[in-house]
């Protein structure tokens, strides 16, 4: 039986840091993923994954035993919002770029409405699309949203709820204007 994440993770308090290349393969790709999704930038989220393990190691003192996927996702929401503060990027000076895969459209038929929703998603603000990209593409319960953002479990769901009806709005003015 595999050791689950907060058992490597207290191996990992323990210096020993080998364990972490088992985190890094289990969450690399999600932990891309949220960032790219976040920044919309392949670059900047393949550095900010990056930084997120090596705060997983700096700080692994600071693990309390508790959800370590909610711990991980915690350290990357920290960063692209130092990211962002960086930069000073604000919603009407964010210019995204194509995220989509890299495959021609007659490859795939669905290319021109994944088109749509990333353009209408780089138009939600910085902290809705968060939200967004946390629960429905990262499948992170409301619960652990609510921990990594302080909140509570209705107000997550209520701004989750919200959000998608913004982005159903914006798709539907996208749609309007191919």
């Known amino acids: 039986m595999e050791p689950s994440d907060e058992q490597l993770m207290l191996a990992i308090q323990r210096d020993k840091l080998d364990k972490l290349n088992i985190l890094f393969d289990r969450y ?9 999704k976040s920044t919309q930038n392949r670059e900047d989220s393949s550095d900010l994954t990056q930084s997120v393990f090596v705060r997983v190691m700096k700080y692994r003192k600071s693990y309390n035993g508790n959800r370590f996927e909610t711990w991980l996702f915690q ?10 503060r960086k930069l000073k ?37 910085n902290d809705k699309r968060e939200l967004l990209v946390m629960s ?43």
């Open 28 to 36: 690399q790709h999600r932990v891309y993923s949220y960032c790219l």
């Open 75 to 84: 350290i990357a929401r920290n960063l692209v919002k130092d990211h962002f």
């Open 89 to 125: 990027i604000h919603n009407d000076q964010f210019n995204p770029v194509d995220i989509l895969p890299d495959y021609a459209e007659e490859e795939n038929p669905n290319y021109e409405n994944e088109q749509k929703l990333h353009l209408a998603l780089s138009r939600l603000s």
């Open 136 to 178: 429905k593409f990262q499948g992170l319960k409301y619960e652990q949203i609510a921990q990594i953002r302080e909140s509570t479990v209705s107000a997550i769901k209520v701004q989750v709820h919200r959000t998608i009806k913004e982005l159903r709005t914006l798709y539907f003015e996208i749609d309007e204007e191919y």
